[in-house]
């Protein structure tokens, strides 16, 4: 059973620097990230996949990067100047078969943006 483990959710104030951690059993699967926000449902917000190539949805394109490290086996979300709106569980999941779709997914994390 392969399980991802997601971390570094927090509550901060909106401008503020967030990072969230994935880990992963091989950082060279393409992985990608999921926002769902109150009572809405969860829309993929970037991803790498199987090229290398990054992929970022137009909501948090010049703000959001993505990073991975192989030791451990880790893909990180660095959110910069976070908005409201980022507010909401933040999933990764990895081992994709194209586009948005994944097989394996962590239980999310928990971010909190105030005003």
């Known amino acids: 059973q392969v399980r991802l483990l997601e971390s570094g959710g927090a509550s901060v104030q909106a401008g503020e620097s967030l990072t969230l951690s994935c880990v992963v059993p091989?950082?060279?699967?393409?992985m990608a990230w999921f926002h769902q926000a109150p009572g809405k449902e969860r829309e993929g917000v970037d991803r790498?996949?199987?090229?290398?190539?990054?992929v970022y949805s137009d909501t948090v394109k010049g703000r959001f990067t993505l990073s991975k490290n192989n030791r451990p086996n880790t893909f990180q979300l660095h959110m910069n100047n976070v908005k409201t709106e980022d507010s909401g569980i933040y999933t990764c999941?990895?081992?994709?078969?194209?586009?948005?779709?994944?097989?394996?997914w962590g239980q999310g994390t928990q971010v909190n943006v105030s005003s």
């Open positions: 790498i996949d199987g090229d290398g190539s990054m």
């Open positions: 999941a990895a081992f994709g078969s194209g586009g948005w779709n994944y097989r394996y």
């Open positions: 091989d950082t060279r699967w393409n």
